[in-house]
């Protein structure tokens, strides 16, 4: 691993000092807790996003400040939708981050034998019992704030809810006839108290057991278990499980008698990542890629951390904004503008930069000999002298940006334009001469004239204001260039007006292509992946798919306000 990756990762743990500390650093001086040991459990039904990148710098980081470890477990105890796919990208993203779990690789699955034999306990101990009430008639029993829950099988006789359950497991039922419920609290304010379900049947294939079970443990029995056998200190989990923790608890205390463990697992939650114009839900973003919305999960515009990356994110900026969004109980909104920003200042510092015209008009230097070529020396980065310069070569025949070139310009232009002068970036003054068009009266070519004897320097006699990009015309190679933006129109896309779905506000400018753009011709033995400046256009990286195609991680211009 990249020592600046490890860097970035341990700057951004060092968002510490938020309460999750003060809750560990209390109970390690009280003795409540020896060490510190934590995990990381997603549920492999997809890629990770940059929300779970939330989750995983809390988890691995606050182990890492503690001297602690972190254990990776795929919650695969929901057998549907999972796959080996997203195993392997999980792990490869994790490292992309720079975190490790060393051999502390898990699979919540791998502890069905061991959750099933605890629930049999609790069914010994009366604490869980056999119910049949079906889907329907359990919702109809629940109960509401005033009114307790009903459940007609509670006071079954342990032997028999024992005999059912394994006969549940034996296969003899059909899906819903029966559950295993925890006999908790029939008129708790809580509804996850209110005698929640513990196992279903379900015959369906699990991607790693295959078909050796048809009962399946529900998330609220199976993760405590797992912590509990991994001997998980803190258990830290987003705000929606907070109501969940005394269900959390009341399993810990039923389970913990059977396990050999000395720690006592303890569930603190923070607060869910959400950014604006974006949507951060598995569900939503599979539907994207099921439904061809985008090009697969690692689609640039794709919040997922391998669209990030494909798209020219670097994991240090990534860390950055984790780190400076900081860890709250609260769920608050994120401006996508401050992710954007992070990349951009991390770039900014990184990129070398490069000169690409991506809507290339042709201009041509009247007064400089045909077949010359001069070399002018460039700058590989103004912000680090190191990264030295490269020649750019200049010739009669250049490429600018049209939209460097007004021939009914707005007052205060100060580019190209009828009759004016501009700087060509680290080379010569030109002066526009004659504009000869196409038929369709578009603009063919602009012919020049160069201030040679002013050369790179200042004229003493007159001030010019506008300097603008350029190529050789001879020497430009080409490429096609994809302007990345937002990939949905509305701010807050938690927040739709009930007739509207979040598809409802895809940005249909989100993947602009542009083809054939003029770029140097170093930037065709790039490396897939290589980021550069495109100097006055944005930041660009090289798509580790198509070769022949850059992607425009984010513009030079900064949309987060500054504080
Ligand atoms: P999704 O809603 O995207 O399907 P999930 O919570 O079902 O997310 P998991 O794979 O179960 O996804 O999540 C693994 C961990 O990442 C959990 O601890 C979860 O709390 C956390 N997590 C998921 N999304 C976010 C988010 N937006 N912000 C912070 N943590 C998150
Ligand atoms: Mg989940």
Redesign the pocket.
Known sequence: MADEIKAAAAESEASAGNFIDEIIKDELERGVNKTVHTR????PN?YL?I??T??LVIDFGTARRYGGICNLRM?DTNPAKEDVEFVDAIKEDIHWLGFDWEDRFYYGSDYFEKTYELAEHMIENGDAYVCELTPDQFREYRGDLTHPAVSPYRDRPIEESLDLFHRMRAGEFPEGKYTLRAKIDLASGNFNMRDPVLYRIRYIEHHRQGTKWCVFPMYDLAHPIQDALEGITYSL??LEYEEHRPLYNWVIDRVMPYINSETRPRQIEFA???ITNTV????KLRYLVENGIVDGWDDPRMPTLCGLRRRGYTPESVLDFISRIGVSKANSMVDIGLLEHCVREDLNQKARRRIAVINPIKVIVDNYPEGKTEYFDVANNPNDPDAGTRKVPFTRELWIDADDFAEVPPPKYFRLKPDGEVRLMGSYIIRCGEIVKNDDGSVKEIHVTADIGTGTGNPTDRKIKGTIHWLSADYAAEADAILYDRLFTKDDMNDLPEDKDYIDYLNPESAVKAEKIKIEPSLSDAEPGEKFQFVRVGYFAKDTKNPGTFNRVVTLKDSFPKK
């Open positions: 990381f459990p997603p549920e997809g996003h929300g779970h939330k989750a919650d989990c987003s869910r990542l959400n951060l839900s598995k569900r």
